[in-house]
């Protein structure tokens, strides 16, 4: 063992002497030191979650060693919470929706505090460049920069107004499509704003559709220890993961007598001392799909990067040293990575074990096979006037949360097991966890606390299961986090797929068949591999009407990094192939693309005729009354509003598509149509309960799971908007087992509108309630006609008595109770939201670079509860679609071994590369959905890639159809062409 | 086991190279890439950083810039050309660019540096503590000298540059790039990403002789051809 140091520094502005080893990092110190702002992302520094000022400059913690800090200056962005109130940067990134999760937020507060205290009027590039070191997979750092513009301002002694969405004239009249006017220019004004294009049906309300700041950004603009893993529960131990260094192996023998060996190790588990139970990894309703294909620790690997064991020991570095000891045989097998292949006869046979039921074909890895049909498909691609058949190759890409997958287990007071974790799905992760446990249900208990970004990679029982088989067998509390290498290897991805369309169009360029197969690649296990593939049916054969259609999808093994659910699941996919398809099918037949698809999307009355037929409740039609039908859209808006931004018609003129000044260099604008779902009908299901405080405050409790999202905002402003308070007089928690009521999760783009009709109809129940106390207090006949309003009861006369008044006689004065509502929801609706999405690019014809300008998206959400959340969301969204579409991927070596599992050459973007990034909210009016809401979250992920695929088409004449587009991709189909 | 088994902070160059002269020590620079490695080692650290490298100034026609002078230093340094700062920033994002150093840049000496192809073309010398300076690709040929330590490195801060690069995105890591510089009439021509290190070139023929490495963004043929497209308009932007 190396000596320890004695270091001293100046950490905001106070000198600290502490004792350290040569190899501690400053980020590691800092936090020991209680400074929860600074971030784990990685070890080498790249995403900038650690970051921190270090003699004034935005510095990266993870790569200073502790003992380079001696002598030094270190500020955290503590050193602004000095007081209650937030410090101007921390309030500007509050005021505009800067901080979604968060979990970098301390770093970008300070970057800008040491921008500004350099230059108090930076320019939008300064501010860029400084962001450049701070990846961020959820803003796509459009409010951030926002955030110091303002924060500038207000430290220049400006004003800054209220930060509110930008209100728009319609340019329809709500069904008929618009005349594009090329004269007709997009107001100018702060990409950072949303568009909103009001709807004449939606009232105006107190709460519901205002800028309201999110609830928690106090916590997150002051870096307050907030997230998983910023608790240290005494004497926990640090776990590490032993994982395959083969793509498909068989482990003949595991010797762990060494590291047992090791002081310090307190367990070493793995196959041999750890009960063989199956389960589905997947973050799903029960019964979760079969087959359940996994075991905690298996006898065979099946990807590299998969489990082989576990240790938990006093400190990170003994925990790993024992990982390195653990001496494991291996029986290497042949592995298959291409799903094409997956299907051969001699491909290998990648679950051969006898106790995994329910796999469709296992000779031949076909994990399930998946079908659905309306009307006759052969016959009618038999008589079309026009028939096109093309296949689409889509990669996989890996959700990149910020802060990597953690969990801390440790047994209470009681004997039951706690298991704080960062899980988009608690009452999931319970539910599956106690029988791998050997416990039962109400013996677990899963506390959500932030979560800093998830996409998906969190809708999974990931490490919730080793955290407590460690816990258990060392009876200490145990905490395991992914490296960054281990989140891109061993967590979860978003399935590859080959997609071929075949689609028969008659002489009026209407669709009369379509025919999808797709070939989905599930990796080693199902997890998802079912319900994603499901709905790349429903959403790549739902948003044109056609009286002829059919799915049919091989779900197959393979021994690539585990696929499951990433935003959007299984709907980008099929839309890359979708909206490229019909693109080409509307040149062949000499349309204009809108014209085209315009011809064949649906409208309100439509039949949502293939969605019934797919996933967990899918029903034969003979079981359907009648097929849901569309009842909200606007669809023409969206249309029309992006057209007019992204100024359409300069796609037909040459000397824009071809600058005179720069020879290689072609331009494009492409776009494409997107239609999403709302919540997983019959299946999604939330809870809530509200109670009423001695102040006319309230207690709001949700099982749903704000990732970052601002559902816990949402939430709490349908509530308010219900109980005619303020948002700040509902306190909101979610989620935790053992105190909030149930729900499915953050997934399917259900949150709003299930948890959200949960949460409108609990405050209804207390409504009631606080409305029959008023009407006593004011000697009202009729409960009925009393209001809430100003958080007060009103009665018809004028009369009125505060909530607070109400809250005090019902809790101490008489006939005292305890005013509260529980509700939950379940829908039979799946209401989907509309997007119009553009893309504006150039390419490099001599070496098929592509560069980005500008991406936009006009979107149908029906009433957003907050448009400042949910234009975060659409952009977010937009840029993780960005990634997918143009520069993110995996890259193997023959033998299966990852090459990029780090940021750079797994490349996101930065805030320094960003293209302008435009949002509109078109608003319409979804009866069924709380004060009219459907889904924004996943929508965003769908329209990037083949509107970029297009526009590509369009500046080059030349057609795609694998992604990414990367240069040799681009350039090598130049050249083919 | 420790990933570093001790640190040192020698507070003078002689100590430091005399620290060094054990097997088992390396240089730490900013710590970007050392501090990076989280594998365990029985490695020693020497940390510079006390040794006052870090200046950046004119020497005669030329502009010395010290070894551990970070690239944000060199960024922000008037002396510094306006074209190399440029590059300076874009090698590295804001929060790695204020750790990392120009004598840690030349040692890692990356084939993707785009920073090391502007100081190839900027008759970059490399001085070094127990070692005669020589020439930037000569060091990034052979490596640093046993023993040795990066001091400073020079540069001719005259003449117009330009450069051209092929990515998958704006601020990535170019799959190619070509940095060119006449100066006096002399043309020099440098390309990332053709190479184990960046290389300098036949200004008028930039692909000649190379043997690329190929990796998942790009094939040896792709480099080849980007090397000759790049080349041409790095050399044809300073015409």
Known sequence: ?977 | MPLIAAYHRPTSLDVAMDLLQAPNRIVLAGGTVVNADRAPSDLEVVDLQSLGLDTIEHDGDRVRIGAMATLAAGGDADAVPAWMRTIARAEAPSTLRSLATIGGTVAAGSGESLLLAALLVADARVELAGAEQRGLAELLATGVPEGAVITAVTIDPGGTAAEAHTARTPADAPIVAAVARTSNGTTALALTGVADTPVLVDPLDPSAGLTPPADFRGTAEYRLELARILGARAVEAIR
């Open chain 1, 1 to 977: 063992m190396s000596d320890t140091l004695s270091i001293s520094f100046e950490l905001n502005g106070t000198t600290v002497t502490t004792d350290v080893s040569p190899s501690d990092n400053l980020r590691d110190v800092l936090r020991r030191e209680g400074m929860f702002s600074v971030k784990f992302g990685s070890a080498s520094g790249e995403t900038g979650a650690g970051a921190v000022l270090f003699d004034g400059r935005l510095a990266s913690s993870d790569v200073i060693l502790a003992a380079q800090a001696d002598g030094h200056s270190v500020v955290t962005v503590e050193s602004l919470n000095t007081e209650r109130e937030l410090h101007p940067i921390q309030a500007a990134f509050a005021a505009v929706g800067a901080m979604q999760s968060g979990y970098s937020a301390g770093a970008m507060i300070l970057g800008t505090l040491a921008l500004l205290a350099e230059n108090p009027d930076p320019t939008e590039a300064e501010i860029r460049d400084m962001l450049s070191g701070i990846l961020d997979r959820e803003t796509a750092y459009v409010k951030p920069v926002e955030a110091v513009k303002r924060a500038a301002a207000v430290l220049r002694g400006e004003t800054a107004a209220p930060f509110a969405p930008m209100i728009l004239e319609p340019l329809t009249d709500g069904g008929e499509a618009a005349v594009y006017d090329p004269a007709d220019r997009a107001p100018a004004g702060s990409s950072a704003v949303p568009r909103l294009i009001p709807s004449r049906d939606v009232p105006d309300m107190a709460v519901v559709g205002k800028p309201e700041v999110k609830v928690d950004a106090v916590r997150l603009a002051k870096g307050n220890p907030a997230f998983t893993d910023d608790i240290e529960p005494r004497g926990m131990l640090y776990c590490r993961l032993l994982t395959s260094p083969h793509a498909h192996a068989r482990i003949v023998d595991i010797d762990d007598r060494a590291a047992l060996a090791l002081p310090g190790v307190h367990a070493v588990l793995h196959h041999k001392n750890v009960a063989r139970i199956k389960y589905a990894s997947g973050g799903q309703s029960w019964p979760n799909p079969h087959p359940h294909d996994q075991v905690s620790f298996d006898t065979k690997v099946r990807h590299v990067g998969d489990r082989v064991a576990a240790v938990a020991a006093e400190t990170v570095e003994i925990a790993e040293e024992a990982v390195r000891l653990i001496d494991v045989t291996y029986e290497v097998l042949p592995a298959i990575f291409d799903e094409r292949e997956a299907m051969e006869p001699d491909a290998p046979k990648i679950h051969d074990e006898d106790d995994t039921e329910e796999i469709f074909d296992a000779e031949r890895n076909i994990v399930h096979q998946i079908k659905a049909q309306r009307g006759d498909v052969e016959d009618a691609l038999a008589h079309a006037a026009h028939v096109f058949e093309q296949t689409f190759r889509v990669h996989q890409v890996q959700q990149c949360p910020i802060e990597p997958h953690i969990s801390i287990a440790w047994i209470d007071e009681d004997e039951r097991m706690v298991i704080r974790t960062a899980t988009q799905v608690p009452f999931h992760a319970r539910r599956m966890v106690a029988p791998l446990l050997e416990m039962d249900i109400k013996d677990v208990r899963i506390i959500k606390p932030r979560i800093g970004g998830g996409f998906g990679a969190k809708q999974e029982m990931l490490l919730e299961d080793i955290v407590g088989h460690l816990a258990k067998a060392t009876r200490r509390p145990c905490r395991l986090e992914l490296t960054r290498e281990e989140e891109f290897a061993s967590s979860r991805t978003r399935h590859p797929q080959t997609i071929t369309y075949r689609t028969g169009v008659d002489d009026d360029g209407k669709l009369v068949a379509q025919d999808m197969y797709v070939i989905g690649n599930t990796g080693p296990y199902g997890t998802h591999g079912y319900t994603v593939q499901t709905v790349t049916g429903m959403r790549g054969l739902s948003q044109y009407d056609c009286p002829n259609k059919r799915f049919h999808c091989d779900v197959v093994y393979t021994n690539i990094p585990v696929p499951g659910a990433y935003r959007g699941y299984g709907a980008p996919q099929a839309e890359f192939a979708l909206e490229a398809h019909l693109e080409d099918i509307a040149r062949e037949l000499g349309y204009d693309v809108i014209e085209f698809k315009r011809k064949n999307w649906v409208s309100t009355g439509s039949e949502i005729d293939i969605a019934p037929h797919l996933g967990e409740r899918a029903v034969v039609e003979d079981e359907l009354d009648e097929y849901p039908r569309i009842m909200s859209e606007g669809i023409e808006e969206c249309v029309a509003q992006a057209l007019r931004e992204i100024g359409w018609h300069r796609r037909d003129d040459p000397a824009w598509r071809e600058p005179a000044d720069r020879p290689h260099i072609r331009r494009g604008i492409g776009f494409a149509f997107c239609m999403h779902g709302t919540a997983i009908p019959f299946l999604d299901m939330g809870g809530c309960s509200i109670k009423l405080n001695d102040d006319g405050s309230f207690n709001m409790l949700v099982g749903a799971t704000d990732l970052g999202t601002g559902a816990d905002t949402v939430l709490g402003q349908i509530a308010a908007e219900v109980l005619g308070v303020r948002l700040e007089d509902i306190k909101v928690y979610s989620s935790d087992t053992d105190m909030t009521p149930f729900d499915t999760g953050a997934y399917a783009s259900s949150t709003t509108y299930i948890s959200g009709t949960a949460a409108m109809q609990a405050a209804e129940v207390a409504r009631k309630r606080i409305k029959e106390r008023a009407a006593m207090l004011l000697d009202v006949d009729e409960p009925c006609t009393i209001e809430l309003r100003d958080r007060r009861a009103y009665a018809a006369d004028g009369r009125s008595v505060s909530l607070e008044d109400i809250a005090l006689d019902s809790l101490h004065t008489q006939e005292q109770e305890q005013i509260m509502g529980t509700s939950s929801y379940v829908s039979p609706d799946c209401p989907p939201p509309f997007a119009a999405q553009m893309a504006e690019i150039e390419v490099d014809v001599e070496t098929g670079q592509v560069t980005v300008t500008k991406l936009v998206m006009a979107v149908d959400c029906g009433v957003a509860i907050n448009p400042i959340t949910a234009s975060g969301q659409v952009e977010g969204g937009m840029a993780q679609a960005l990634g997918y579409a143009h520069c993110e991927e995996f890259a193997f070596d023959d033998d299966g071994r990852l090459l990029n599992t780090s940021f750079g050459p797994y490349k996101i973007y930065r805030a320094d590369e960003m293209p302008d990034t435009v949002v509109y909210l078109v608003q319409t009016l979804e009866d069924s959905g709380p004060f009219g809401a459907k889904a924004v979250a996943e929508i965003p992920k769908d329209g990037v890639a083949p509107a970029l695929r297009n526009a590509i088409l369009n500046a080059t004449g030349v057609a795609i159809n694998d992604l990414p587009f990367t240069p040799e991709r681009v350039w090598a189909a130049l050249n083919d062409a």
